[in-house]
Structure formats: structure tokens, C-alpha cells
């Protein structure tokens, strides 16, 4: 069964920083893309960045370019997102995806919220 468990969301002031961890279990974890979204009250869920496991090729959006960095560990099946320079309009859930076998699976998500 495909998992995936976000952790390490939480209350921050602006400018601050949070590490997300997405732990995944269920696939053989090298072979995939991982990827970050999230979503604010009233708004749609949105892409955040996306890293493949093969290459270590990352993708991100415009609105966290050089303040987010994802990493992947694929020793213990974990893909980290790295938040910096921390906005109020980062304030969202956010969640872990991949797509195996042609189905997406998410994780629960996990609370950012950062205070102005």
C-alpha cells in the first residue's frame, strides 16, 4: 500500500524557517517523483516544487524560487522541503505527492502557518 506522511509543519513568524519531511512507504521510492503542493483557505491547491528521485532534477514555483529547496534521501525514503524567508502567504496545508502506476497519492498534509 501506497503511503505518504507529511511532518514538521508548525507556527512561525515572517522570515523565519520550517523543514517539511514527507516520508514514503508502498513503492520503491528511487523510481518516482515526489512532489510538494499547497493549499489556503479559499484557494486552490497549487504546485510548490517537484523532485525526481532518479536524477535529482527539482522544479519549483515562481512564488518560492530561492527561498524553498527540496531534497531527497532515498536511504530513508524521505523528500525534504526546505522553507525560508517565510511570507503570511505561505500560510497554507501543505502535501506530498507522487504518482505510481497512474494514480496520485497524497499524504495527509501538514500545517504551515506563519505570522506577520
Known amino acids: 500500500e501506497v503511503q505518504l506522511v507529511e511532518s514538521g509543519g508548525g507556527l512561525v513568524q515572517t522570515g523565519g524557517s520550517l523543514t517539511l519531511s514527507c516520508t514514503a512507504s508502498g513503492f520503491t521510492f528511487a523510481d518516482y517523483a515526489i512532489g510538494w503542493f499547497r493549499q489556503a483557505p479559499g484557494k486552490e491547491r497549487e504546485g510548490v516544487s517537484l523532485?525526481?528521485?532518479?536524477?535529482?532534477?527539482?522544479v519549483y514555483a515562481d512564488s518560492v524560487k530561492g527561498r524553498f529547496t527540496i531534497s531527497s534521501d532515498n536511504a530513508k525514503n524521505t523528500v525534504y522541503l526546505q522553507m525560508s524567508s517565510l511570507k503570511p502567504e505561505d500560510t497554507a496545508v501543505y502535501y506530498c505527492?507522487?504518482?505510481?502506476?497512474?494514480?496520485?497519492?497524497w499524504g495527509q498534509g501538514t500545517q504551515v502557518t506563519v505570522s506577520s
Open positions: 505527492k507522487t504518482t505510481y502506476r497512474g494514480y496520485d497519492y
Open positions: 523532485i525526481s528521485n532518479k536524477d535529482s532534477a527539482t
